[in-house]
C-alpha cells in the first residue's frame, strides 16, 4: 500500500516535472520572440556599461603580449571581402585613392589617403582579440591612434558618439558600419590599422584599413573603413542601434563583456 | 543554532502519510512505540527566498550559458584558442557514407555522442535543443538572457551572503567544526549506503552536506564569476590579475565551463538527497520554514 503511493507519487512528480520543463522552455521561447521581455533583459546592457566603465580608468591599457603569444593563424570572421566593383577598383590601385574621411559634429571635416595616414605617428600594439562567439586570436597591430585623428578635426562639445562606415556588404547589400562613444576614440589603443603582423592588412582582415578598439568584442572592430562622422545620437541612422550586428541580430550596442 | 529555532516541540499529523498520535511531550516519558515528532524551524526568510531565486537563476544561466558555447564549441587553455588544439571540441562531422555523426573530443580521445552533442534532432549543434535558452540557435538572445539573469545571481548572492553572515547563518549552521570533520569518514560511508542522519542529528547539516555548501558557496560561486568576468575585454583591462591567477582567457572560459558543471553536479546530488531524506518535509521546510524531525524513543536509540 505505501509502495504504491510512493511508486504512484514518484509517476506524478516525474510528470509533473516533466512537464513543467516542457511548458518552462517552451515559455522562454515565446519570452525571447515577445517584443517586452527583450526589452526588460536589454537592461542589463545599461546596467553593465555603467558599471564597467565606472570602474575601468579610462587609459587603463588591455594587456598586450609578446610576439610568441602570436596566433599562428588569426581567423577572419563576418564579411570577408567587400566583394563590390568599387573595392575591386580601389584593389587594383592598391588602394592609392582610398580615404578616410572624417566629419560630423567636428570643427575641420578633414579626409586623409592611406599614404596620409601611414605618414603620421603610429602605434604597434600585440593584443587580443576576443570574438563574440567566444574565442580569441592574438595579433599585432599598427595604426594611426585614433586620437590624432580628433585632436586634428576637433569634435563639437555636442559629439557623443562616432560612427564608422564600411565598404563592405552583407549578401543581401545591407553595408556594415559600427559606433563607439567619443570617449573611447581617446583611448591609447584605439587605432586605425594598416598592418597586421608586420605586413599590409589583407582583405579577410579589412584591407586597407580597420579599427581596432581592444577594450570591447571582435564585431565592433570596424573593417574596410571609408567614413568616421561624429554624432550626437545615432539613433536616427540606419537600423538606430549603432551597429550593423546591432540592428540585424540584436548583440548589444555596449560590448565590453 | 539560530536558525534551527525550536518551536517547542508539538505533533505533526499525516507525516508521509503515517498517523502520528497527538503526543504531548512536556514531561514524563512516553511509552508509545510510535516516533515521537518534533517541528523545527529550520530555514528563516531570507533564507528560503534566495534559495528559490536561486533555482530559475541557475537554470536560466546554464541552459543560456550552453547556447552561448554552441557558437564555438570547443575549449582551450591559455589566451588564445587555437583552432587545431582545443582541449575539448563538439562537433557535428559527415561520415565517408554521407551520414552526420555528433563527435565529442576530450584531450585528443573521441567519442560518438550523436543525438545529443555534436548532432541531434537533424541539426547540427553542440548541445541539443532542449537544453539551450533559447532552444533554437541564437547566440545574441542567449547573451541576452545570461548577462541580465548573471546579475540576477549576483545581486541574489550578495544579499544571502550578507545576511548569512550577519545572522551568523554562516558560523552556526554552514562552518564544519572539528568533531564533523573528525567524522568525516563515518559519513562518507552513511551516505553511500544512503543512511541519513536522525531525530537529533536531522536537526542540523551533516558534514557532506556542509561542505558541499560551503565548497558552492566560497569556491564555485566566485569562480563561476570571476572566471565570467575575465572573459570580459573591458574587465581585462581594469583587473588585468584576473588573466594572471586564470592563465589567460580562454583558460578563464574553460575555467567557467567546469564550474558550470560543477554546479549541474551539485543540482543533482542535491536535489537526489532532498528526494531521498523525506521529500515533502524537506520541500516544506524551505517553503514554510518548519521542518518536522522524528525521534526514536530514549533508550530505543542503541536497539538497531
Sequence with gaps: ?????????????????????????????????????????????????GVQ?????????????GDADISPVFPANGNTDPGTEEYAEHLAQKFAQWTVMVGGLVQTPTSWT??????????????RHDCVEGWSAIGKWTGVPLADLMHQVQPLPNARYAVFYCADVDEDGVPYYESMALADCYHPQTILAYELNDAPLDIPHG???????????????????????????????????????????????YAGI | MASLVHEGTGTDQGLEGEQVPELVTMSKPLPLKEPLVER??????????????????????????????????????????????????????????????????IFGHKFDTTGVLGYSDGKRRAFPAWATIPSAKVLAMGRQWHLFFAWALVINGLFFLTYAFISRHVARDLAPTGMDLRGIGKAIKDHLVLRHPKGEEAKRYNVL????????????????????????PTIDTAF?????????????????????????????????????????????????????????????????
Aim: glycine share 8%; hydrophobic share 45%; with cysteine.
Design chain 1, 1 to 49: 500500500m505505501k509502495h504504491e503511493r510512493a511508486m504512484e507519487r514518484r509517476q506524478f512528480l516525474k510528470g509533473t516535472l516533466g512537464a513543467a520543463s516542457l511548458v518552462a522552455l517552451a515559455g522562454c521561447d515565446n519570452l525571447s520572440q515577445s517584443s517586452w521581455f527583450p526589452s526588460i533583459l536589454s537592461k542589463a546592457e545599461k546596467l553593465t556599461e
Design chain 1, 53 to 65: 566603465r565606472a570602474i575601468t580608468p579610462a587609459n587603463a591599457l588591455a594587456r598586450e603580449y
Design chain 1, 114 to 127: 592611406l599614404a596620409a595616414l601611414k605618414e603620421l605617428p603610429s602605434r604597434t600594439q600585440i593584443t
Design chain 1, 207 to 253: 584591407a586597407p584599413i580597420r579599427l581596432r578598439f581592444e577594450r570591447q568584442l571582435g564585431y565592433k572592430q570596424a573593417k574596410y573603413v571609408t567614413m568616421i562622422e561624429l554624432v550626437e545620437t545615432f539613433s536616427g541612422i540606419r537600423g538606430g542601434k549603432g551597429g550593423y550586428w546591432e540592428d540585424d541580430q540584436g548583440y548589444e550596442w
Design chain 2, 40 to 105: 523545527v524551524y529550520r530555514h528563516r526568510l531570507p533564507v528560503r527566498i534566495s534559495h528559490w531565486l536561486n533555482v530559475p537563476f541557475l537554470i536560466i544561466l546554464i541552459m543560456s550559458g550552453l547556447q552561448i558555447f554552441n557558437a564555438h564549441p570547443a575549449l582551450y587553455w591559455g589566451d588564445r584558442s587555437d583552432r587545431d588544439q582545443p582541449l575539448v571540441s563538439i562537433r557535428p562531422v559527415q561520415t565517408e557514407s554521407g551520414e552526420m555523426r555528433g563527435i565529442t573530443t
Design chain 2, 209 to 232: 552536506q556542509k561542505l558541499a555548501y560551503v565548497v558552492i558557496l566560497f569556491v564555485v560561486a566566485p569562480l563561476i564569476v570571476l572566471t565570467g568576468l575575465a572573459m570580459s
Design chain 2, 240 to 304: 588585468p590579475w584576473l588573466l594572471t591567477i586564470f592563465g589567460g582567457r580562454q583558460a578563464a572560459r574553460t575555467i567557467h565551463f567546469i564550474a558550470c558543471f560543477t554546479f549541474v553536479g551539485f543540482i543533482v546530488v542535491h536535489v537526489v538527497e532532498v528526494i531521498l531524506t523525506g521529500f515533502f518535509n524537506n520541500i516544506r521546510s524551505m517553503v514554510t520554514g518548519w521542518f518536522t524531525v522524528k525521534h526514536e524513543h530514549e533508550g530505543a536509540n542503541h536497539e538497531a
